[in-house]
């Protein structure tokens, strides 16, 4: 079941037991499926990845998340719930793509301090100081015990339980 927190009805209240969000006009928050930060599609049923906003695809049956006027100056024309800014101000990222074990931003400041706080390496994942560029301090557990040095010290190779 989606978490919806609607912006408002037509008079600019809050739906009762809701929480309003700021953001862009009409845009409204929503959490997935995934316990990601999403956006409620017009039919106010369906939420949708923040990430999955303006990426070209319709995925909301009446196509609102590829709308012209919220997508014609992304970032900036995003509703704030969905876009994260790097240790770069320049670069952002989806809300979504915060906290998800993978390099986003390039530099992992979605993924480590002091830009974010990230929960611990989840269960299927190993903390250590990767070598992989596209993790930043915890790896797969898949990719333990592979023949192959993900970690700096070695320790998916000769520490980590496996998958």
């Not at 409204?28 to 106010?44: E, S």
């Not at 190993?126 to 070598?131: G, L, Q």
């Not at 592979?146 to 998958?163: I, L, T």
Request: glycine share 10%; aromatic share 8%.
């Amino acid at each position: 079941m989606n978490k919806i927190f609607p912006q408002g009805d037509a008079n600019g209240s809050a739906a009762a037991g809701s929480k309003a969000l700021p953001g862009g006009e009409g845009a409204q928050a929503c959490v997935t499926q995934t316990n990601r930060t999403g956006f409620l599609c017009d039919d106010r049923s369906s939420c949708i990845p923040a990430s999955s906003v303006c990426d070209g695809v319709r995925a909301c049956a009446h196509g609102e998340d590829e709308e012209e006027a919220l997508c014609r100056g992304v970032p900036q024309s995003l509703s704030g719930f969905l876009v994260a800014h790097c240790g770069d101000p320049a670069s952002w990222i989806y809300s979504d793509q915060m906290c998800d074990g993978i390099n986003n931003c390039g530099d992992c400041s979605d993924e480590l301090s002091p830009v974010t706080t990230c929960p611990p390496c989840g269960p299927g994942w190993w903390r250590c100081p990767s070598t992989v560029f596209r993790y930043c301090s915890c790896i797969p557990r898949s990719l333990c015990r592979d023949h192959v040095q993900h970690c700096f010290d070695w320790s998916d190779e000769y520490s980590c339980p496996g998958p």
